[in-house]
């Protein structure tokens, strides 16, 4: 296709958003009919067609969801060039999406980004926490924090060349019960054996701890399953049992006691991911300069290394 245009190319990842012309035409200030004509006009030069129309709305072909990548990559190239023509790109305001989980960002982060705010009090930060991951290729957050059970980069080798990752410290697991529950039942004299004693459980295997209590419980009774670890928490200061929590949501409760030994059953990997064309963009820096900071004051807290 010769001389693409900017204009055309918006069209499409409006369409692709939205799911329907009359979408589309909302976000681009025109009418559903103009969308069509020019989505039409755009797969005739592409030679293919992008979206299959039913009922429902349009539905993007295997074609269109390949080209969602490099339309984003445009589309920010495009912003650039205007924030860097009006200086907005080296000023220190605006809005950063930040995608994280929902634990996260209840029980550690959002208590601690006032200081950010009193630093960069014209930096807007909107928190995108959902348990499912933003996909930053594809122009859905500007930082994600992710943790990972792995040692491996939780970059895919076709993003390598679009995201940076920087590994932050590590989050520790422990295993966690009110003192009014150990007062009732005794304490273990470790988190390798549980049995006897009533266990909250994680109901999936991704949940952090499963592994260890579906190993270490054997003989105890199962009395909740949740697959939030908020619920966990919830529940273990409520005095239901006995539960592997991250260290960042214990060690704000004083009526959580850890159960000895180990301290840690897990550790989690957590990392900081941006899109590359975004490292120069002042307001984002900021962020995530912060982010950098505040995990490294408190590694070893989050770590599982104190109470």
């Known amino acids: 296709?010769?001389?693409?245009?900017?204009?055309?190319?918006?069209?499409?990842?409006?369409?692709?958003?939205?799911?329907?012309?009359?979408?589309?035409?909302?976000?681009?200030?025109?009418?559903?009919?103009?969308v069509g004509r020019r989505l039409k006009a755009f797969e005739h030069a592409m030679?293919?067609?992008?979206?299959?129309?039913?009922?429902?709305?349009?539905?993007?072909?295997?074609?269109?969801?390949?080209?969602?990548?490099a339309a984003v990559a445009m589309e920010r190239q495009a912003q650039l060039i205007t924030?860097?023509?009006?200086?907005?790109?080296?000023?220190?305001?605006?809005?950063?999406?930040?995608?994280?989980?929902?634990?996260?960002?209840?029980?550690?982060?959002?208590?601690?980004?006032?200081?950010?705010h009193e630093r960069h009090p014209d930096i807007e930060v909107d928190l995108l926490s959902s348990v499912g991951l933003a996909d930053l290729g594809r122009g859905e957050a500007d930082i994600a924090l992710r943790f990972s059970r792995s040692e491996s980069r939780p970059v895919p080798r076709a993003h390598e060349e679009v995201l940076l990752a920087r590994r932050l410290p590590d989050i520790g697991i422990g295993v966690y019960a009110a003192g009014d529950y150990l007062h009732r039942r005794g304490r273990?004299?470790?988190?390798?054996?549980?049995?006897?004693?009533?266990?909250?459980m994680p109901s999936q295997e991704w949940v952090p701890g499963h592994d260890w209590m579906s190993e270490h419980g054997r003989g105890a009774r199962t009395v909740l399953s949740t697959d939030t670890i908020t619920?966990?928490?919830?529940?273990?200061?409520?005095?239901?049992?006995?539960?592997?929590?991250?260290s960042?949501?214990?060690?704000g409760h004083a009526e959580l006691e850890r159960i000895r030994p180990p301290?840690?059953?897990?550790?989690?990997?957590?990392?900081?991911?941006?899109?590359?064309?975004?490292?120069?963009?002042?307001?984002v820096r900021a962020l995530r300069d912060f982010l950098v900071e505040v995990f490294e004051e408190w590694s070893v807290l989050m770590a599982g290394g104190d109470d």
């Open 1 to 34: 296709m010769q001389n693409m245009q900017w204009s055309d190319v918006r069209v499409f990842l409006e369409v692709h958003r939205g799911g329907t012309l009359s979408a589309a035409g909302r976000a681009l200030g025109v009418y559903a009919s103009t």
């Open 47 to 69: 030679g293919t067609v992008l979206f299959q129309r039913t009922p429902e709305g349009l539905i993007p072909t295997a074609v269109a969801d390949e080209l969602v990548e």
């Open 83 to 116: 924030q860097r023509a009006s200086g907005e790109s080296h000023a220190l305001r605006g809005r950063v999406r930040l995608a994280l989980t929902p634990d996260l960002a209840t029980h550690f982060l959002i208590e601690r980004l006032g200081l950010f």
């Open 188 to 200: 273990p004299e470790s988190s390798r054996d549980l049995s006897g004693h009533d266990l909250i």
């Open 231 to 246: 619920g966990l928490g919830i529940a273990a200061r409520a005095g239901y049992g006995i539960a592997p929590l991250p």
């Open 248 to 251: 960042f949501i214990a060690f």
């Open 263 to 283: 301290d840690r059953i897990a550790t989690i990997r957590f990392w900081l991911l941006m899109p590359r064309d975004l490292r120069r963009v002042a307001r």
